[in-house]
């Protein structure tokens, strides 16, 4: 094979296949070009195949990428590796418990079992649902935890704790806790120690006084603590102390946790059993029930064990992911590659020390695995650093910034303890280096940002690198802004619409603070208790002012139209059916539209959730922005919109830093959960109920208030967010603020210019959020038809064989032959979706692996669950036939049109020839520079037919007898 020569370090890694080694991957450094070259030096030698070697990823989108890279330098090839493991933690859990994980639960004292059926629930907002609706029975179940209910604000926060704990290896158990778990729910009083004795010291050699004593000069301040809390002078000392009193470590740090912690330990098992019970795990729980499972079962543990194990992307891993890596291993045979500076995804419980601390975390974990038992071969660890430090992504001065961003005071007067000698120094492997770095400051911050990107399009100061590694001119769809917050980069979409300025976000958008969420959450008031509110914003919307929509309220008079429409969704029973009607009366389309509805429709199809609890849901969104994926489009050049977390992986030629600003970055803190698990102080509670006083009263704890002081602060998290973005730039940086820049760009050496920004009005001739070119909406007329109205039903029922509904005709026509019925092969579609789409979803039936086989075996643009429409004429008038398109492939010569079918015969072939060929014409018409093919993909055997789509003169002789037949 060939390809790239891998430089010295490069080589060293992919040569060193033998031990245990721990690689330093800066950004850009060639991580996954030698990773993937290692794998296949691994498994292309004699007596070792891909089922010997773990090579763990933390995205499905990472993974498939490995296995295309893979296949470019081994000897193996896509349907080869189709079932390797090269698969995320979650999802090599998942496969390990539907092999060996039946009893997994009998290890925790539980007698459910987790069976071959058991669902992964990877829908937050399904699982909150879920989680609402257990912790409302286990209220009603468990009165003597009334004090615990009264403290807490949001159910929502034990789900978080919960996921926390299982992420540390924290455990609950029938009768207690699994091993050692509450002794670190207990937390460790010496390491404590050393934190409060560093905050307590007095500074200038004892003539000033201590971070600690000053910071609580703020102690009780909002604060509503229980009578028999201490004062602030009690508890910082009298006037000229320069430290508090060393006992005030042991009185804050050993209150009585018992209660707390038996409370916890109930919802956390009782939780589980409704899971299991309900047939459904979450992610943390297939790694729980893993890490058990492998704990516990030597037979399971030797057969699951690997020969090679490999993690990638290192510094996202949780301590339990850690201690699984060691697990899993059946030698010493380790090796991970990350980079710390890089850890951002500590809300996802990603814990930096595991790369920061990896010798010791190493040895100590190992340590821990064997305090029982010979569980894993790693003992005293020396592990072989290996540093990758030539940079093929940015210039030199872009890499000297980023190097100052990591080392940057996030607030004033804030000293960083992360020195630059830390970071590994990478060279550029630029062909040239004309970075600009600059900063652009004015009040309307929305608008110097996209007038600062006009000025730089076209611009020969800001040239880029082109394919022929010379300058070339800088166009919009090089640049990419980025934002710590959703909420700006929405705002900053809403100004550049009306410029008509390209600009598309992608990334997770807050779902129900959209425009479709707030006139779905309206109507569903209407049509509840609460219709004032509702009529107030559906009247809004229409046009009415203010004064207007008082005296319609007053009156009850409201529009024709609306009242009318008020009564159809009255008659409607499913909550789906509901937001589909308010989507399409007001023309949401879209992926945003699109992702509500799925919402909408998972959370009434998975839980008992009423169109009361749907407010409720819709509600909580809105206040907390709950977030899902969507990516729009602008067209091919358009500069892009995203926050620092989703451009994670990428890079772009320019980068624009937007809304650095004082309290937007770092964002203010925002107030903590009730009830939180931290290092090395344990479970802690931050409010309580009690009746101490002259009423009952939820008061604020006042250790907690102490304790967090002595704790470190996010802001080292703060920085790698920053250093993240600047490393996707290539060649150019812009920062960009309004009236208050942070401490970030204060620090920074950039210099900032106040701008007066005059953004031009675009004309591009074309809407700024294209659909793709296939995505056609219906033409003004009428619909007749779907292409399962042409079909001929008694095929089906000839056969006996009952299907899935597409998503385009309802329940109604079923006609989709599969004798395991509408649910499974429903299930199979939205598999099929999911992983097209790069969710992290794993195959649970032989249909969804053929799937999976399929679609990584196939190049170029993927589009699934897609609308297409074709108008026809039939005898003198103008008619529809919509569908769904369950699979469009594009590429450079072809458009492949592809529908799955779980039927066990090809009796229905015929008919579904007549779904394709709708299809057919309708992208055939819109490509007509590329043939189009249309094909069958059964995934009962994973073979794929290859359908001769229908004339048109036959598609009118269809939509007339299916006319003559309803007439």
């Known amino acids: 094979m060939t390809g790239p020569t891998p430089n010295d370090a490069q080589r060293t890694l992919i040569e060193s296949t033998e031990g245990t080694y721990l690689v330093d991957a800066g950004p850009g450094t060639g991580k996954t070009f030698a990773v993937t070259r290692r794998y296949g030096r691994i498994v292309d030698r004699a007596g070792v195949d891909p089922d010997d070697v773990l090579l763990a990823t933390f995205t499905r989108s990472a993974a498939t990428e490995m296995k295309e890279r893979v296949v470019d330098h081994s000897e193996y090839g896509v349907r080869e590796l189709a079932d390797a493991p090269i698969r995320t933690f979650h999802s090599h859990c998942h496969e390990l418990l539907r092999e060996h994980g039946y009893a997994a639960p009998t290890h925790l004292g539980l007698d459910e079992r987790i069976t071959g059926s058991t669902r992964v629930v990877d829908d937050e907002l399904v699982e909150a649902e879920r989680f609402r609706e257990f912790f409302g029975g286990f209220r009603d179940a468990h009165p003597e935890h ?85 004062s602030k002078s009690e508890l910082r000392g009298g006037r000229g102390t320069k430290r508090l009193d060393d006992d005030v470590a042991r009185d804050v740090f050993r209150e009585d946790r018992e209660a707390l912690k038996s409370f916890v330990r109930e919802v956390y098992v009782e939780y589980l059993r409704f899971a299991l019970r309900r047939n459904y795990l979450n992610f943390s729980f297939l790694q729980l029930f893993a890490f058990v499972l492998l704990c516990e079962d030597e037979r399971a543990r030797e057969a699951a064990q690997f020969e090679y194990v490999m993690v990638d992307e290192f510094q996202d891993t949780s301590e339990v992911q850690f201690k699984l890596a060691l697990l899993l291993s059946a030698g010493r045979n380790l090796c991970v590659v990350g980079d710390w500076k890089q850890s951002i995804y500590s809300f996802q419980y990603a814990d930096v020390r595991n790369i920061l601390d990896f010798e010791d975390r190493l040895e100590r974990f190992a340590a821990d695995l064997n305090a029982d038992g010979d569980r894993t071969s790693f003992g005293a660890a020396d592990p072989t650093r290996i540093e990758l430090r030539e940079n093929y992504r940015s210039t030199a001065s872009v890499i000297d910034l980023s190097e100052r961003a990591i080392a940057t005071p996030a607030s004033s007067g804030e000293t960083v303890d992360a020195p630059l000698d830390d970071v590994v120094e990478l060279s550029s492997n630029a062909a040239f280096d004309n970075t600009v770095v600059e900063g652009v400051a004015h009040e309307d911050e929305h608008e110097a940002v996209l007038a600062t990107v006009q000025e730089i399009v076209g611009n020969d100061e800001y040239a880029v690198e082109g394919e022929d590694g010379e300058p070339r001119l800088p166009e919009y769809g090089d640049v990419a802004v980025f934002t710590r917050t959703r909420a700006y980069g929405r705002e900053l979409l809403g100004v550049a619409d009306e410029y008509g300025f390209p600009m598309a976000y992608d990334g997770g958008v807050e779902l129900f603070r959209t425009d479709p969420a707030k006139l779905l959450l309206a109507w569903l008031r209407v049509l509840e208790s609460d219709a004032d509110r509702g009529w107030a914003v559906i009247l809004e919307e229409t046009g009415y002012a203010f004064d207007e929509i008082d005296r319609v309220l007053e009156t009850g008079s409201y529009p024709a139209d609306a009242a009318a429409f008020r009564d159809e969704l009255r008659d409607l029973t499913s909550v789906g059916a509901v937001a589909r009607r308010v989507l399409d009366r007001y023309g949401f389309s879209g992926d945003t539209a699109d992702a509500l509805l799925h919402a909408v429709q998972s959370i009434h199809d998975a839980t008992t959730a009423t169109r009361g609890d749907l407010i409720r849901l819709v509600e909580r969104g809105i206040e907390t922005g709950s977030t899902v994926d969507v990516s729009a489009t602008a067209g091919d050049d358009a500069v892009t919109v995203q926050t620092i977390h989703a451009a994670k992986g990428l890079e772009y030629p320019i980068v624009v830093m937007a809304n650095m600003n004082e309290g937007r970055f770092p964002p203010r803190a925002s107030g903590s959960s009730v009830f939180e698990y931290r290092d090395p102080v344990g479970l802690r509670q931050r409010k309580l109920y009690s009746e101490a006083g002259a009423h009952p009263h939820v008061y604020d704890d006042w250790r907690h208030d102490v304790i967090r002081r002595c704790l470190p602060r996010a802001d080292d998290e703060e920085r790698r967010l920053l250093y993240v973005a600047v490393t996707r730039a290539e060649s150019h940086v812009v920062f960009a603020a309004g009236e208050d820049p942070n401490a970030f760009l204060d620090g920074l050496p950039v210099a900032v210019e106040t701008v007066d920004p005059s953004v031009e009005p675009l004309d591009r001739g074309e809407p700024a959020d294209a659909e793709p070119p296939f995505a056609v909406t219906a033409p003004d007329g009428p619909v007749g038809h779907t292409p399962h109205s042409l079909m ?176």
Do not use: C
């Open 146 to 230: 009334a004090a615990f209910y009264r403290a807490l604000s949001d159910p929502g926060e034990l789900l978080d704790l919960i996921e926390k704990l299982a992420s540390k290896g924290i455990f609950p158990a029938a009768d207690g806790w699994y091993r050692d778990g509450e002794a670190h729910l207990d937390g460790d009083f010496e390491v404590f120690k050393e934190r409060f004795d560093a905050a307590n010291r007095p500074r200038n050699d004892g003539r000033k006084q201590s971070p600690l004593r000053e910071d609580l000069s703020r102690f009780g301040r909002g604060k509503t603590y229980p009578p028999d809390a201490p």
């Open 792 to 967: 001929d039903q008694t095929v089906f029922e000839e056969t006996g064989e009952r299907t899935e509904a597409g998503p385009e005709v309802g329940a109604a026509a079923e006609n989709e032959a599969e004798t395991r019925g509408m649910a499974f092969g429903s299930q199979v579609h939205d598999f099929a979706e999911a992983y097209a789409l790069g969710d992290d979803v794993t195959p649970s039936n032989d249909h969804e692996r053929r799937v999976v086989e399929f679609l990584d075996g196939l190049s170029g643009e993927l589009y699934v669950e897609e609308p297409v429409t074709l108008p026809i004429e039939v005898g003198g008038r103008r008619v529809t036939v919509s569908g769904i398109a369950d699979l469009v492939r594009v590429t450079d010569d072809r458009v492949d049109v592809v529908d799955y079918k779980t039927d066990d015969t090809r009796r229905a072939q015929p008919e579904y020839r007549k779904q394709l060929s709708v299809y057919y014409h309708v992208l055939d018409d819109w490509f007509g520079d590329r043939a189009v093919r249309t094909s069958l993909f059964y995934t009962g055997d994973g073979t794929r037919e290859p359908i001769e789509p229908l004339g048109l003169d036959a598609l009118r002789s269809l939509v007339r007898a299916a006319d003559s037949a309803s007439d």
